[in-house]
């Protein structure tokens, strides 16, 4: 059974930096392509991210370019989206998810990780 | 990028009804759209991906169809489980767009 469980989630000041994790278990994560999604709150599902298996291709939405970071460790089955220049609008819950490959949909979820951007 | 509307974005229905969510695409993406379920404090699930294929485990009274850029989602003799909010998701090109959601609720 797939289990991604994301963490780091906190409560930083604007204009700061902070590095998620997404910890995959029963896949065979290097040929996982993954993905960040996020829900701001009272608002709807929003795409921030996508990484190949290999961690060679990266895709972001344009809110994000520039300031967020997706990467892959393959060697301990762990995602990661390192956000810097945290903006009000960055607060949301974000989570993780797989898919088979990059123009595949999203099969699995992790319940998610709060990041609040806050003074 | 790729605009994807839903409608309505409330829906109030009964158990036992049937209801229809619609999403519309800016431009073509084929068949290349899920629509997921969300509940309260709970990560989204899949229902349905390439338009009209059913995940694994869903109910059959789940269904999808459309192609080029307008689809439906129909859930038959809606259940009280099914009370949640929906989204339509494309993975046609990057970057991805979810639909602004559906919110299913009790009348």
């Known amino acids: 059974e797939v289990q991604l469980v994301e963490s780091g989630g906190a409560s930083v000041q604007p204009g700061g930096s902070l590095r998620i994790s997404c910890a995959a278990s029963g896949v065979t994560f290097n040929s996982e392509a993954m993905t960040w999604v996020r829900r701001a709150p009272g608002k709807g599902l929003e795409w921030v991210s996508g990484?190949?298996?290999?961690?060679?291709?990266?895709y972001y939405a344009n809110s994000v370019k520039g300031r967020f970071t997706i990467s892959r460790d393959n060697s301990h089955n762990t995602l990661f989206l390192q956000m810097s220049s945290l903006r009000a609008e960055d607060t949301a819950v974000y989570y993780c998810?797989?898919?088979?490959?990059?123009?595949?949909?999203?099969?699995?979820w992790g319940q998610g990780t709060l990041v609040t951007v806050s003074s | 990028d790729i605009q994807l509307t839903q409608s309505p974005s409330t829906l109030s229905a009964s158990v036992g009804d049937s209801v229809t969510i619609t999403c519309r695409a800016s431009?073509?993406?084929?068949?290349?759209l899920a629509w997921y379920q969300q509940k309260p404090g709970k990560a989204p699930k899949v229902l349905i991906y390439?338009?009209?294929t059913l995940e694994t485990g869903v109910p059959r009274r789940f269904s999808g169809s459309g192609s080029g850029t307008e689809f439906t989602l129909t859930i038959n003799s809606l259940q009280p489980d099914d009370f949640a909010t929906y989204y339509c998701h494309h993975y046609s090109t990057y970057p991805w767009t979810f639909g602004q959601g559906t919110k299913v609720d009790i009348k």
């Open positions: 990484i190949s298996g290999s961690g060679g291709v990266t």
């Open positions: 390439k338009s009209s």
């Open positions: 431009q073509s993406i084929s068949t290349w």
């Open positions: 998810a797989r898919s088979a490959n990059l123009i595949k949909h999203l099969d699995s």
